[in-house]
């Protein structure tokens, strides 16, 4: 007489998050059948758009449909400590997962789960650790990547690794797409990475980035003067002078101390890593009777013939985008 299979139960996740990325990991692991959301912690709604319409998180547009508990976190998570350790009390998470938060994460918060704190960070750690990985993938120039899933601790990015699926870069990715491939990537192999975790077989994640930290960027970031965007497009070996490099943000700079780039190659770069934000700007001296008229290069490409730069779209301040037919 056989014995009756008895079905593992499921795991338990929370989910610290905003954006479509994160709904896309957490629709992952809900359609799996393996797992349960026991809640989901993101902002409050916030003003968006021109009419500044009050509009919540992706995440929690998403939980409420699937009537999953949602916690609001203003400033910090001391806020919301009392709420997470009670739900805790009452249904144990096994695994938190964070995507997308822009939160720091207290040791309490990474101690709550029964097995492990894990994060979704798109690039090969230990390279480009911080909050742009993907920008400084495409700023430097990198043919490979991929998606880690780590296990968090204190540091910035630097807990064991649980898994790494290697990925190629599209020569003429953008911020967009490249973020779209690496969380595919991670959708798709999320769900059975964490029901094959064991602590044991982790491996220590290197103590020192072997590339530059991927920060925040500001507005500044996209700035370009116009002299150097110009002469892009007349010499496509222009040198990037010295009095133009001392105008351009932290970011660029930072790209310039790493690697030798002619102009065309590092405006190009930039308008792709910063699509859409920050967006690679320049101030136009005269623009229609106005001076000093700030100019969005939304599209390059470089022509494989003349390799001088092209402007491809671009939009003026108060003016539509406009684009080559």
Known sequence: ????????????????????????CAESL??????????????????????QDITPSELETWAHKHSIPVIHVEKSLREVRDQLESRQAELPIDFLLVVDFGYLI???????????????????????????????????????????????????????IIRQIPFAVDPRATQATYYDVGFHIAEETLPATLLTYQRD?????????????????????????????????????ATILENWRSQLGSALQTVLENQSLSASTLIDRAVRAFDPWPSVWTLEPEYRGRQNVRRKI???????????LRITRWQYDGEKVKQIQ
């Open 1 to 24: 007489m056989s014995t009756p299979s008895t079905k593992s139960p499921k795991k338990i996740i929370g989910i610290c998050g905003t954006t479509a990325n994160t709904v896309r």
């Open 30 to 51: 809900h359609q799996n059948g393996n797992f349960e959301i026991a809640w989901v912690v993101t902002p409050p709604p916030r003003p968006v758009g021109r009419h």
């Open 106 to 160: 207290p040791q309490w918060l990474l101690d709550l789960p029964n097995q492990a704190a894990v994060n979704i960070h798109p690039s090969e750690l230990p390279k480009y650790r911080g909050s742009s990985p993907g920008q400084y993938v495409l700023l430097l120039g990198e043919t490979e990547s991929a998606v880690t899933i780590m296990r968090m601790d204190a540091g910035l990015d630097t807990g064991p």
């Open 201 to 237: 077989q982790e491996q220590p994640q290197p103590t020192q980035s072997p590339t530059p930290t991927a920060d925040r960027f500001s507005k500044q970031d996209g700035f370009i003067p116009f002299e150097m965007l110009a002469a892009a497009q007349t010499d496509p070996h």
């Open 298 to 308: 939304l599209g390059v490409e470089i022509d494989p013939n003349s390799e001088l």
